[in-house]
């Protein structure tokens, strides 16, 4: 059984900066795609981050280019986010993702089959 759990979520200032955390267990996931999402009250869940677990091939959102950068630890079988100079518009559950490692690295919804319960981040002004 699939289990991803995140963690790391909490209250932070503008210009701040937070580390979400992915553990990943139940299948081994060199096949996998890895992303994060995130859903802010009254819209719709959209992409933020991929990670191709076999290469540690990258992809991002426009709006967090430069700012989160994605990575993975093979030991701990988890996927880090690491967000800096966040910003109010940042606030929303992020929710991690797993699915198949097509080509390129998928960003949409649908390509996700797992998905962990969600962290909150809010970032105030």
């Known amino acids: 059984q699939v289990q991803l759990v995140e963690s790391g979520g909490g209250l932070v200032q503008a210009g701040g900066s937070l580390r979400l955390s992915c553990a990943a267990s139940?299948?081994?996931?060199?096949?996998?795609?890895m992303a994060w999402f995130r859903q802010a009250p009254g819209k719709e869940r959209e992409f933020v981050a991929a990670?191709?677990?076999?290469?540690?091939?990258?992809t991002y959102a426009d709006s967090v280019k430069g700012r989160f950068p994605i990575s993975r630890d093979n030991a701990k079988n988890t996927v880090l986010l690491q967000m800096n100079s966040l910003k109010p518009e940042d606030t929303a559950v992020y929710y991690c993702?797993?699915?198949?490692?097509?080509?390129?690295?998928?960003?949409?919804?649908?390509?996700?089959?797992?998905w962990g319960q969600g962290t909150q981040v809010t970032v105030l002004s």
């Open positions: 993702a797993a699915g198949q490692s097509t080509w390129p690295l998928p960003t949409s919804r649908d390509s996700y089959t797992y």
């Open positions: 139940g299948r081994t996931f060199s096949r996998y795609a």
């Open positions: 990670i191709r677990w076999s290469s540690g091939s990258t």
